[in-house]
């Protein structure tokens, strides 16, 4: 799940990029910025990079040609999080703003400079908080983007592309977990994520230049819990690779809906797709991610040797600030149940212990503890058994997980209550998937039975697949009673993630 988070982050840095051309332009000038855009969809930054240098020339007092400027540096500083690059955008992001406030002081209704300063502040807000720099910096300047597209929307409410980036924010503030409330607060704001998807989809249907931003985006917040199986996400983000089969950046995006939906084979065939039109910038990142996906991929067909060399491949391409304990835990578990002992408890071991307080760094503090257990101790046949069965399921092979797990329950002596509360709490995900919400709810309900040590975060976890649960079968006041008892639970596991779900779960 976390190289999903990473991998949208990557893709949407590379999909907000079209603007209104409210403006009068010339024939010439909307075709240099549109064959621009297009090589961005490509990562062709090189060539873009000469085209709106060129349309600064020709028409030097307009924003454009700096606007997307700056932008380049800012799509070069994200997957790079190199400092020159972001205190680059910085700087010319600094130059734009000034120049649309230059504008606004001779005409406080010109649209488009109104836009540019906007957008400006919010992208400067994102890059802040993806390369975890000041959190107060980045609130100023997103609560900056926010007023100012608010503003524009109110004089012009039919520039509907501004819809965009005000939806982006109402939906990324409804995602704030509960220990930085404080941070709304500060700003005096509060998200929505209906409202959110509802701008975006306003911005989808009416904007002239922002459908393929809206419709990414859109596939991005659309994803919901696997039981719900809502395709609205494969189906947008499949139509992006209709739309741009050029662009590796849009297979991968693809690539990785396709494993979390299970369709594992697809995904291993659209990465190798990414990777055989990898030919442009980003080359690195490109490799990085699809033998991300392609070693989950192969990890999750119980193929471990294949997961092992893919995972392996990753791992040469991986920089300080990624977040990879838990591609470097998977492949030392790769290459145990391969039979490598030797080499998977040397892979456990260089698993980082160093890290930043926020929510990315949840999986990496998660398999950090798994690593040094299996550094202690080997992978006993139990633990195999449950990687296979959640693999099985995993890949939308539910009766065989099932299988799997009830024979691991009828064989099971001497087990922990940690062993215990693992053991119900997927054989009741893999019911949930089947439909089975009955025997679901018996399994997560004997979750909150035990008193596990180290797999306390189940709990809550059980909570919320018991609220979903009690939610489908209409029963919102024990559902909300399920939904309320996660918060009697404090610094676990996926705590902050847990509450993204709840949140995007109640907002459906």
Request: aromatic share 14%; charged share 30%; hydrophobic share 40%.
């Amino acid at each position: 799940m976390k190289y999903i988070l990473s991998l949208l982050i990557f893709a949407s840095s590379l999909l907000t990029i079209n603007i209104n051309f409210a403006a009068a332009h010339s024939s010439s000038e909307e075709k240099i910025i549109f064959d621009g855009l297009t090589d961005i969809y490509n990562l062709r930054f090189n060539d873009a990079e000469i085209k709106f240098k060129n349309l600064q020339r020709q028409d030097p007092n307009g924003l454009e040609g700096y606007f997307y400027e700056s932008l380049l540096y800012f799509y070069k500083s994200l997957p790079s999080r190199d400092e020159v690059m972001f205190e680059k955008y910085l700087q010319l992001s600094d130059i734009l703003i000034v120049r649309a406030e230059n504008i606004l002081d001779k005409n406080e209704n010109d649209f488009d400079a109104l836009y540019y300063k906007g957008l400006s502040h919010s992208y400067r807000s994102l890059l802040m908080l993806s390369l975890n720099k000041s959190l107060l910096k980045a609130a100023s300047n997103g609560n900056d983007g926010y007023r100012i597209l608010s503003m524009l929307i109110e004089k012009k409410p039919d520039y509907y592309d501004a819809y965009m980036g005000l939806g982006l924010y109402k939906i990324a503030i409804g995602f704030v977990p509960e220990k930085f409330q404080w941070l709304l607060t500060l700003i005096g704001f509060n998200g929505n994520i209906q409202e959110g998807v509802r701008l975006l989809e306003t911005s989808l249907a009416n904007g002239k230049y922002t459908k393929v931003e809206s419709k990414a985006f859109l596939s991005i917040f659309s994803i919901k819990e696997r039981e719900d199986d809502d395709r609205r996400a494969l189906n947008f983000s499949r139509e992006l690779t209709e739309e741009f089969p050029s662009s590796s950046v849009f297979r991968l995006f693809y690539s990785s809906l396709l494993l979390q939906n299970g369709l594992t084979e697809d995904a291993i065939k659209v990465s190798n797709e990414a990777l055989g039109i990898n030919k442009n910038s980003f080359q690195d990142e490109v490799k990085k991610t699809a033998n991300a996906i392609l070693g989950t991929a192969y990890f999750r067909q119980n193929d471990f040797p294949k997961a092992s060399e893919y995972l392996d491949e990753y791992m040469k391409y991986v920089i300080r600030e990624d977040r990879y304990n838990v591609y470097l835990f998977t492949l030392g578990v790769s290459q145990e149940l391969s039979g490598n002992r030797t080499l998977a408890v040397s892979k456990y071991k260089s698993v980082r212990d160093n890290f930043i307080n926020e929510r990315d760094g949840e999986l990496d503090k998660f398999f950090y503890r798994y690593a040094q257990d299996k550094i202690k101790k080997p992978l006993r046949t139990l633990d195999a058994q449950f990687i296979e069965a959640m693999n099985m399921r995993e890949s939308n092979l539910l009766d065989e997980a099932l299988k799997t797990y009830n024979s691991i329950a009828s064989d099971l002596k001497e087990a922990t209550d940690d062993d215990m509360i693992r053991l119900y709490f997927n054989l009741g995900v893999t019911y949930a998937y089947k439909k089975d919400d009955v025997k679901a709810a018996e399994c997560f309900n004997k979750c909150l039975k035990f008193d596990p040590k180290s797999e306390i975060w189940l709990l809550p976890h059980s909570y919320f697949e018991l609220g979903k649960i009690y939610d489908r079968q209409g029963n919102k006041n024990l559902s909300d009673q399920m939904f309320d008892k996660i918060f009697d639970f404090d610094d676990f596991d996926f705590e902050s993630f847990l509450e993204m779900r709840l949140a995007n779960y109640r907002n459906k």
